[in-house]
T-cell receptor
Framework: EDQVTQSPEALRLQEGESSSLNCSYT??????LFWYRQDPGKGPEFLFT?????EEKEKERLKATLTKKESFLHITAPKPEDSATYLC??????????WGAGTKLIIKP | KAGVTQTPRYLIKTRGQQVTLSCSPI?????VSWYQQTPGQGLQFLFE???????NKGNFPGRFSGRQFSNSRSEMNVSTLELGDSALYLC??????????FGPGTRLTVT
């Protein structure tokens, strides 16, 4: 069965303290691994798409990487405005996205 | 390029009523997916329409239905509302169904 698992469920960091969020997946016929950011009460905001193992993408303080079994979202020197829930999803062979439960990131000033 | 729009943004209904939510995708996108999101439940997939045909469906009761028009706009209908249907309903559009872009959502409250 296709599955996506995110860890940790919640992460509290001090401003400037770098860390990583994990997304493990078992999906047959992977059609991409996607990262989103969601603020409370709003729709998820698209961040990155990764298609093959070894691929990396960066945007400001965020960098996403992909292996054959997992993806990491690295956050470097985070600021309070980076606080949000980060969601990952894997594209399955039937064009449907399989979603993780998300990691709630809190950055304290 | 305009993003995904959803109307209405907020809605209050009474148990037993029905409701219709609307979604206008990004121009050129042929796939529209609908999700329900409640606190602590994450994104629950309802269904996906591609070129006016339902291509995928989640595990929701038949009270939840949808359709897509020839201009790719989509509507979602919930009949006989229950208190547990209170949620944020999100619509996402995509060219092929994979890389999805979300609208702001419709907050439905059932009393």
């Amino acid at each position: 069965e296709d599955q996506v698992t995110q860890s940790p469920e919640a992460l509290r960091l001090q401003e400037g303290e770098s860390s990583s969020l994990n997304c493990s997946y078992t999906v047959s016929g992977l059609r991409g691994l996607f990262w989103y950011r969601q603020d409370p009460g709003k729709g998820p905001e698209f961040l990155f798409t990764l298609y093959s193992a070894g691929e990396e993408k960066e945007k400001e303080r965020l960098k996403a990487t992909l292996t054959k079994k997992e993806s990491f979202l690295h956050i470097t020197a985070p600021k309070p405005e980076d606080s949000a829930t980060y969601l990952c999803a894997a594209g399955g062979s039937n064009y449907q996205l399989i979603w993780g439960a998300g990691t709630k990131l809190i950055i304290k000033p | 390029k305009a993003g995904v729009t959803q109307t209405p943004r907020y809605l209050i209904k009474t148990r037993g009523q029905q409701v219709t939510l609307s979604c206008s995708p990004i121009s050129g996108h042929r796939s529209v997916s609908w999700y329900q999101q409640t606190p602590g439940q994450g994104l629950q997939f309802l269904f996906e329409y591609f070129s006016e045909t339902q291509r995928n469906k989640g595990n929701f009761p038949g009270r939840f239905s949808g359709r897509q028009f020839s201009n790719s706009r989509s509507e979602m209908n919930v009949s006989t509302l229950e208190l547990g249907d209170s949620a944020l309903y999100l619509c996402a559009s995509s060219i092929q169904g994979i890389e999805q872009y979300f609208g702001p959502g419709t907050r439905l409250t059932v009393t």
